[in-house]
């Protein structure tokens, strides 16, 4: 009887025992994201890399990686799936690069979200939720929380460009993505594929007249010495999201994944503040050095009114029948 005592007594000791270190257990996340020291993505970032090891007195730790150091946004998405990176931080607009994330190229089309309020919201609605669901599912990425403005794309070039009617015959270096292709196209662009290394010396010898990017990058890439006009279409716009791999989340405890989950949204909320200081600073920065042209004058609903319709072939393919509508409605 004394054994079987000390048998059970010992059971129960290394089981406690088992619990409580597994509980105590420190983790290390590995993030990771593409852009610069400077960039409010990645301030964001050791945001909520402090705010994580601070809710769990320092028993996990985030090590943010920046500037693709880790690699470029599909680079990281396959570490993800593979758990050999825990987490990345990136674009809403990125998910729909890889296979399974196809619905999410929604998230790009041109004048669909009014602002990043319209935006978010659109994508943390409850019709949205299956698309995300399924998007998981087909990836092998776990969507944490999207959080985070970014510079929307707007439009520089060497003429200026008002009406759907100035783009006829525009030679502009455009993203390599289908949807911004369809949209130069349609209004009469010849869309060109350039490295973004090689854009500044392609604008400056005419190889091309102009080319789609934030204000941000028009001012930190000096874009102004070589295009006249920028124009601020606001076309294309999209979220700053935080992606984890799925198992390591599933085996966090909950009170370990709601740590997670509000650092993230104290984090994307840090981003979107920054990111509307740093459009302030741009926008000053291009005062004398550009011709800025703004609605009215940029006629805008024309612009949409001429893209009206390019992606309703999509509609119940890529996405599901009616969400485009859904979020309009928003």
């Not at 943390?124 to 669901?133: Q, T």
């Amino acid at each position: 009887m004394k054994k079987l005592l000390f048998v059970l007594l010992a059971i129960v000791f290394c089981v406690h025992f088992g619990v409580t270190t597994g509980y105590a257990e420190k983790i290390t996340i590995k993030l990771g994201h593409i852009r610069n020291l400077s960039h409010p993505t990645h301030q964001g970032a050791l945001k909520f890399a402090a705010l994580v090891e601070q809710g769990t007195s320092g028993r996990i730790k985030v090590n943010v990686f920046p500037n693709s150091q880790l690699g470029g946004i599909q680079e990281m998405f396959t570490q993800v799936q593979t758990g050999d990176l825990k987490m990345v931080y990136g674009g809403i607009n990125t998910f729909g690069f890889i296979d399974g994330g196809d619905a999410f190229e929604i998230t790009a089309i041109p004048f669909l979200y009014r602002d990043y309020d319209h935006m978010r919201s659109s994508l943390l609605a409850d019709f949205f939720k299956p698309v995300i669901a399924d998007a998981e599912k087909k990836t092998g990425i776990k969507i944490l929380n999207i959080a985070g403005d970014t510079t929307p794309r707007g439009l520089t070039a060497s003429r200026s460009i008002r009406t759907p009617a100035d783009f006829k015959g525009l030679k502009i270096r455009t993203a390599a993505s289908e949807v911004v292709l369809r949209s130069m196209k349609k209004l009469g662009a010849l869309p060109q594929q350039i490295a973004f290394a090689e854009l500044y010396m392609a604008l400056k010898t005419g190889v091309v007249d102009a080319q789609e990017n934030g204000v941000m990058v028009v001012a930190t890439k000096s874009l102004y010495e070589v295009q006249k006009f920028y124009m601020k279409t606001d076309y294309i716009r999209d979220v700053e999201t935080f992606y984890i791999n799925p198992g390591f989340w599933k085996n966090l405890s909950k009170e370990d994944q709601k740590v997670l989950m509000d650092a993230s949204e104290q984090a994307g909320a840090l981003v979107t503040e920054l990111t509307q200081k740093k459009l302030q600073e741009a926008y000053a920065q291009l005062k004398g050095k550009m011709t800025v042209i703004t609605p009215p004058e940029l006629k805008l609903d024309e612009v949409r009114k001429e893209l009206e319709g390019l992606f309703n072939d999509w509609e119940g393919v890529k996405w599901p029948k009616g969400l485009l509508e859904k979020i309009s409605a928003m």
